[in-house]
T-cell receptor, first 112, second 113 residues
Framework: TQLLEQSPQFLSIQEGENLTVYCNSSSVFSSLQWYRQEPGEGPVLLVTVVTGGEVKKLKRLTFQFGDARKDSSLHITAAQPGDTGLYLCAGGYGGSNYKLTFGKGTLLTVNP | NAGVTQTPKFQVLKTGQSMTLQCAQDMNHNSMYWYRQDPGMGLRLIYYSASEGTTDKGEVPNGYNVSRLNKREFSLRLESAAPSQTSVYFC????????????FGPGTRLTVT
């Protein structure tokens, strides 16, 4: 089983602050995905990165895949209350039997 | 398009009872997955089906069985429910490819007493 360590588990910040969430593993992944989940709903994909060193930006969110494809980070600039939610990283592996292994999630609360 | 649908949304079982969770997708996706989500544990893969006609165990398969009924439907069965199976269950589907997004259903909240 591929393991993915996500940190921090909880994060409570004020509106306007910056934050970074980390996912780390000793395993190499073919892709790294970030999902966001609202209470009572299923996760929704934010981004997929597949190339070592790849950086993707989605408005105020910046995602980076590590050079060795073992780790990733999510950086949010000037957080807003609407960013509140559970953020999940997921590493893809398995070739034709493609599967995702998920981190345990980061519960972000942005206070106005 | 409904995407991924799951039934029921909520269920309460007594220990030892059986039930089947239903999942269907209308996106013509090849792969389907069942996960459980517990507080502090993230999403853990129970079973998956890479394509119609195949099923394989994931990380936590004990106590569960699955059936890939056709390309659209993938069901999860609990033969003899235990309190440790109290969880939120998510079904997901995926078209394919390394960038392929997994689309999740709304979940089934199961309580076993």
């Amino acid at each position: 089983t591929q393991l993915l360590e996500q940190s921090p588990q909880f994060l409570s910040i004020q509106e306007g602050e910056n934050l970074t969430v980390y996912c780390n593993s000793s395993s190499v992944f073919s892709s790294l995905q970030w999902y966001r989940q609202e209470p009572g709903e299923g996760p929704v994909l934010l981004v997929t990165v597949v190339t070592g060193g790849e950086v993707k930006k989605l408005k105020r969110l910046t995602f980076q895949f590590g050079d060795a494809r073992k780790d990733s980070s999510l950086h949010i600039t000037a957080a807003q209350p609407g960013d509140t939610g559970l953020y999940l990283c997921a590493g893809g592996y398995g070739g034709s039997n493609y599967k995702l292994t998920f981190g345990k999630g980061t519960l972000l609360t942005v206070n106005p | 398009n409904a995407g991924v649908t799951q039934t029921p949304k909520f269920q309460v079982l007594k220990t030892g009872q059986s039930m089947t969770l239903q999942c269907a997708q209308d996106m013509n996706h090849n792969s389907m997955y069942w996960y459980r989500q517990d507080p502090g544990m993230g999403l853990r893969l129970i079973y998956y089906s890479a394509s119609e006609g195949t099923t394989d165990k994931g990380e936590v398969p004990n106590g569960y069985n699955v059936s890939r009924l056709n390309k659209r439907e993938f069901s999860l069965r609990l033969e003899s429910a235990a309190p440790s199976q109290t969880s939120v269950y998510f079904c997901a589907s995926r078209l394919g490819g390394v960038r392929g997004e997994q689309y999740f259903g709304p979940g089934t909240r199961l309580t076993v007493t």
